[in-house]
């Protein structure tokens, strides 16, 4: 069961990586276009978890949950990242204004907060089976 987990959660993360690289570059593009910052990880929060879930979807947690539809699955992976978006945002405001750090570096390090988070809502809800028993 443990090394089942940890296999999907090495997944998660790769997907999570490329999450994080879309992420960056469009909250980057956006901080060059002198966007607010929140805006900026606002915007870039909704394509990298556009992203995330099409390939958590299709790979990590290729033929989970196979009772719910597609659009169910996306809106409970939305809701779960939106959570863990508000953690990385408190994490991000918290590290910019009281602590003075790197805009850039803040995002990461509030993504970072974030992701164990993300990873266990996703296997315990959204793509939980029907009759999974965490149990084995």
Known sequence: ????????????????IS?????????SILIFMNINYLIAATISFFIAVTNNFIWNNIWTFKGKAEHKS?????????????INFIVNILVLRLLVENFSINKILSQLIGIG??????????YF?????KNQDYGE
Do not use: D, H, P, Q
Request: net charge positive.
């Open 70 to 82: 597609f659009k169910r699955k996306y809106f409970s992976f939305l809701l779960i990242s939106g």
């Open 113 to 122: 907060v974030a992701s164990t988070l993300n990873f266990l809502g996703n």
């Open 19 to 27: 999450g994080v690289i879309v992420n960056m570059i469009v909250y």
């Open 1 to 16: 069961m443990l090394k089942k987990i940890m296999k999907l959660f090495i997944k998660f993360g790769i997907v999570g």
């Open 125 to 129: 809800i959204v793509f939980k089976e």
